[in-house]
C-alpha cells in the first residue's frame, strides 16, 4: 500500500530511486510539478542532490548552490554525470531528440552499468516518450498522472488562500460543490487547473463547472487525437435495439462504489458489430449521456502517426486521458481500420501496429479504472482474433438490419425529429417501401423527400407519404450492394455475438443471429 499523501506515480519513482534504478524515464508535460515531486523525494527525505539540466541552461542544483553552464551539450553533459563524485538524481530536461544519436545512446548504456555501483540516478524528463530499441530495456519508464482528487483539493485550497478568507464562494461553504468541482477539473494538469480557477473566477467571481468543463473540452481537442463528445441523443432515440439497450440500462449504476461494496466488478465494455448504417455510432453517442459520463472519441487513423515510436505514445496519451477523467467513457469508432495490420506489422510497419494493438488489449484486460470502452467494427474479418477473446469486453452485439417494427419505430423517431407528426403520414405503407433499408438509410430517404418538396413547392407544400416512398424507391440500399458481405457477417454472429434486438434481427428467418437472455 501507498503511504498516505502520496500519488502512485510519486510512489513509483521514489521507488524506483530507493533501488537504484540508474535511467528513469518520466513522461510528463508538467515539469515544474514533477521536479517539485523530485525536490520532496531527493532532497527532502532522502538527503541527496537534486541537479536539473536543460540544453539552454546546463546544470543547475534545484534550491540554488551549484551552477554549471559550460556541460550544454548532451555527450558534454553525460560526461560530466559520470564524473561527478557526490550522491546525486540528475533530472535530464526533453533529453529525448538527443538519443537518436549513436554516440549519445552508448554513453547512456555505459552509465546504466556505471551507476548500479553508486548512489546515482539519471531522470530523463520529457512530454513525450521516444526511445531507441538499444536502451529501451535498460530505461525503466513512469507515466506522471495529472493530478488526482486529493491534489485538485489542494489546489483549491491554495488558490482559495490567495483570494481571502473572508471572500464567499460555494466550493468553501458547499461540500458537494467542491466534489462537483474536482470532477469537472479532473484530467487537467496543474498548471491548467489553476488557470482555469482563474478564469472562472474572474468571470463568476466563484467556481463556474460549465467554464472548466469548456476548457477541459479544448484541452482534450488539442491533442487531435482524442475528441470530447458532447451528443444531443438520448438512448430513446434509438429505434429497436432492445436487448443491448436493456443491457446497458443494468449496468447505469455499476460504476460506483455500492456497486463495489455489493461485490460487483467495473464493467469493461462492449464491442458491436454489424452492418453500417444499423445505429452503431447513435448507440455509442446515446450512452454518454445514459451514464452520465464523459464520452471520448478515438479516432484510431490519428493514433497512428508517422513518426517512429509516436503511435505507442499516442495510444499511452489516450488511456492515461481516458484514465484521469475517469469515471468515463472510451468510443473508439471502426476499430478494424486503425488494427486490421497487426498480423503482418512485422512486415509491413516494423511492429507498431502489433504494439500498439498489445498496449491497447493489455490494458482492455487489466484496467482497473471505471474506463468504459465501446467499440464500433463493421468488418469483423478484418479484426485480430485476440480481441474477440472472452475478458477483452464484457459483451460482443451484433447489430443487424431493423425489422419491421423496428423500422416503424426508427421512420417515427426521424419524422419527429424532423419536426413532423408520424400520425399525418401512412408509417406502414413506409414500412413496406423501406424493406431491408439500414437506419441510416431510412433518414437519408426522408430528408431526400424534403429536398425533393422543398424544390419543387419552395415550402407551399409539405413532404407526404407518397413523396418519401418515391425517395426510398431512388436509394439502392447496402442489403442489396454488400449482400455476400452481410450474409458473410450474419452467419459469423449466429453462434459468436449477442443479437442486440430481441425479436427476428431481419425478415429473413433462415439467417436469424441466436438469442442470447438476459
Request: charged residues 30%.
Amino acid at each position: 500500500m501507498k503511504p498516505e499523501g502520496k500519488s502512485n506515480s510519486t510512489q513509483e519513482i521514489e521507488d524506483l530511486i530507493r533501488a537504484r534504478y540508474p535511467l528513469i524515464y518520466i513522461v510528463s508535460s508538467e515539469e515544474e510539478r514533477v521536479e517539485s515531486e523530485l525536490e520532496k523525494i531527493v532532497v527532502d527525505r532522502r538527503n541527496r542532490k537534486l541537479i536539473v539540466w536543460s540544453s539552454t541552461e546546463g546544470f543547475f542544483s534545484r534550491g540554488g548552490g551549484e551552477v554549471y553552464p559550460d556541460y550544454d551539450q548532451p555527450l558534454k553533459a553525460l560526461n560530466f554525470i559520470l564524473s561527478y563524485e557526490d550522491d546525486c538524481v540528475f533530472v535530464l530536461r526533453d533529453f529525448h531528440p538527443y538519443l537518436q544519436a549513436p554516440e549519445v545512446t552508448r554513453r547512456l548504456r555505459d552509465l546504466s552499468r556505471a551507476l548500479k555501483s553508486k548512489r546515482k540516478n539519471i531522470i530523463l524528463l520529457s512530454s513525450v516518450f521516444r526511445c531507441p530499441g538499444e536502451i529501451e530495456k535498460d530505461l525503466s519508464v513512469v507515466d506522471f498522472a495529472v493530478p488526482d482528487r486529493p491534489t485538485i483539493g489542494t489546489i483549491i485550497d491554495s488558490f482559495m488562500g490567495h483570494i481571502g478568507d473572508d471572500t464567499p464562494s460555494l466550493v468553501r461553504d458547499d461540500p458537494k460543490f467542491r466534489d462537483r468541482v474536482i470532477e469537472a477539473a479532473l484530467g487537467l494538469t496543474a498548471d491548467e487547473i489553476e488557470n482555469v480557477f482563474a478564469k472562472s473566477w474572474i468571470r463568476m467571481r466563484d467556481f463556474h463547472i460549465p467554464t472548466i468543463l469548456n476548457e477541459k473540452r479544448h484541452i482534450i481537442r488539442k491533442s487531435g487525437i482524442l475528441e470530447y463528445y458532447e451528443s444531443d441523443y438520448d438512448i430513446t432515440d434509438i429505434g429497436g435495439l432492445e436487448a443491448l439497450k436493456e443491457w446497458l440500462r443494468k449496468r447505469e449504476n455499476a460504476f460506483y462504489p455500492e456497486a463495489r461494496r455489493y461485490g460487483l466488478p467495473l464493467p469493461k465494455g462492449i464491442l458491436l458489430l454489424g452492418i453500417p448504417g444499423c445505429g452503431k455510432s447513435l448507440t455509442a453517442k446515446s450512452i454518454g449521456a445514459l451514464y452520465k459520463m464523459p464520452l471520448l472519441r478515438l479516432d484510431m487513423g490519428k493514433v497512428m502517426g508517422g513518426i517512429v515510436g509516436s503511435s505507442e505514445e499516442n495510444m499511452r496519451k489516450v488511456i492515461n486521458t481516458a484514465e484521469a477523467v475517469a469515471p468515463s467513457i472510451l468510443w473508439m469508432d471502426e476499430l478494424e481500420k486503425g488494427l486490421s495490420g497487426s498480423a503482418s506489422s512485422g512486415v509491413s510497419d516494423g511492429g507498431t501496429t502489433a504494439r500498439v494493438f498489445g498496449t491497447f488489449i493489455t490494458w482492455l484486460q487489466e484496467k482497473d479504472q471505471p474506463v468504459f470502452v465501446i467499440a464500433t467494427a463493421n468488418d469483423v474479418s478484418q479484426l485480430p482474433p485476440e480481441l474477440l477473446r472472452k475478458g477483452r469486453f464484457d459483451e460482443i452485439f451484433f447489430v443487424d438490419l431493423p425489422t419491421a417494427a423496428e423500422r416503424e419505430e426508427i421512420i417515427k423517431i426521424h419524422l419527429r425529429r424532423k419536426g413532423r407528426s408520424p400520425e399525418y403520414f401512412d408509417v406502414p405503407k413506409i414500412v413496406a417501401a423501406m424493406s431491408a433499408f439500414s437506419g441510416s438509410e431510412i433518414e437519408q430517404a426522408i430528408v431526400s423527400a424534403m429536398y425533393d418538396v422543398y424544390d419543387e413547392y419552395r415550402g407551399e407544400k409539405d413532404i407526404d407519404t407518397e413523396a418519401i416512398i418515391q425517395s426510398a424507391q431512388e436509394i439502392i440500399p447496402l442489403s442489396y450492394t454488400m449482400k455476400e458481405k452481410i450474409d458473410a457477417l450474419r452467419e459469423w454472429a449466429k453462434t459468436r455475438a449477442r443479437r442486440a434486438s430481441e425479436a427476428a434481427s431481419h425478415d429473413d428467418d433462415s439467417s436469424v443471429v441466436r438469442r442470447l437472455e438476459l
